[in-house]
């Protein structure tokens, strides 16, 4: 755990030494909260929860008595982990037989990667898992989504340009009549131009509950950390149509944006289920509040 830590801390080294600048002075005074301020709407923390952060440190700067602007920020990685705790949240399998997990997010945000990662992570948990190619329109994404089935060795439901809803019912069903511990469902982040992407996931959500009456019993969001309040708009929008329960957060490993997972903690506070730090296979952590405040702030 010590590298992940490490690397994350790292990773988010352009995001917190702009927040960190703010705490060298000799005195706690309004200049500091101002510069903080910047510096957490520059983080892309959002104007919501960048007031929240500061009335809430406020109140614990006034708590403590303190007079040392090094303690502020300290007292901020309280403030910022307290806000992040409601994300932090275990993916749980095995109430349902298979658990049916739908996984979208827009081209490039690592869902691809995020699905090997996630499916090597399950196998070696003991699980047995079942992949879905539902992105039917993209040859290369139901090519790579096989090269993570044969590394893994789980089977694969994958039908070149079949339909994406069709894909997605045959791996549900074939997941219950296999036994599998889970199905995960790769569906596509960029359609044919006059296709709706939102249309199309709405309706393999609605095909797989045909399949069965509980699923999609998770349908998770891949954001890359990187692309700040970009990510949220996704949140919203993703959640609007499909009712998200969890979200991967990729690409924590090098941004200047980490602040995001405050805005999304104040504004849609939808479970992390895993952090993205590398692009390596073992590079899927469970997201700790405290953790990433600390790896932030110190
Ligand atoms: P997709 O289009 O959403 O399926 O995205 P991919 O899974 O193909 O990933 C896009 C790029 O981001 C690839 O070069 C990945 O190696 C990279 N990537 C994915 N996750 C991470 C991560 O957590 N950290 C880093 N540094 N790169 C990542």
Redo the contacts with the bound molecule.
């Keep these: 755990r010590g590298s992940w830590m490490t690397r994350l801390k790292s990773g988010l080294r352009k995001t917190g030494s702009s927040i960190a600048t703010v705490f060298t002075g000799t005195k706690i005074d309004e200049q500091l909260y101002e510069e903080l301020e910047e510096a957490l709407l520059m983080a892309d923390t959002g104007v919501k929860a960048t007031q929240h952060l500061l009335d809430d440190l406020k109140q614990r700067v006034k708590d403590s008595k303190t007079t040392d602007p090094a303690a502020v920020k300290g007292l901020l990685a309280d403030a910022l982990a307290d806000l992040l705790a409601p994300l932090e949240k275990p993916l749980v399998i095995g109430e349902h037989s298979p658990t049916v997990i739908m996984v979208a997010?827009?081209?490039?945000?690592?869902?691809?990667?995020?699905?090997?990662?996630l499916t090597k992570h399950l196998a070696d948990a003991g699980q047995s898992v079942l992949l879905a190619a539902a992105d039917t329109f993209r040859a290369a994404?139901r090519e790579?989504l096989g090269v993570w089935a044969t590394r893994n060795t789980v089977e694969i439901i994958s039908q070149e340009g079949g339909d994406p809803a069709a894909v997605s019912f045959d791996a549900v069903t074939a997941g219950k009549a296999r036994n599998k511990d889970v199905v995960l469902v790769d569906t596509a982040?960029r359609l044919p131009t006059q296709l709706h992407l939102m249309e199309e996931l709405k309706k393999i959500k609605r095909v797989v509950t045909k399949a069965d009456g509980t699923a999609p019993h998770e349908v998770l969001l891949?954001i890359?950390?990187n692309t700040g309040q970009n990510a949220l708009n996704q949140v919203r929008a993703f959640d609007d149509a499909l009712q998200l329960t969890g979200l991967i957060v990729?690409?924590?490993?090098?941004t200047a944006k980490g602040g995001v997972l405050a805005a999304i903690a104040q504004e849609r506070p939808i479970p992390v289920y895993f952090?993205?730090?590398?692009?390596k296979v073992e590079?899927?952590e469970t997201f700790s509040a405290k953790e990433f405040a600390q790896a932030l702030l110190t």
């Design positions: 997010g827009v081209n490039g945000a690592g869902k691809t990667t995020s699905i090997g990662k994404a790579q982040g891949v890359d950390g990729t690409k924590l490993d090098g952090i993205g730090v590398g692009e590079d899927l």
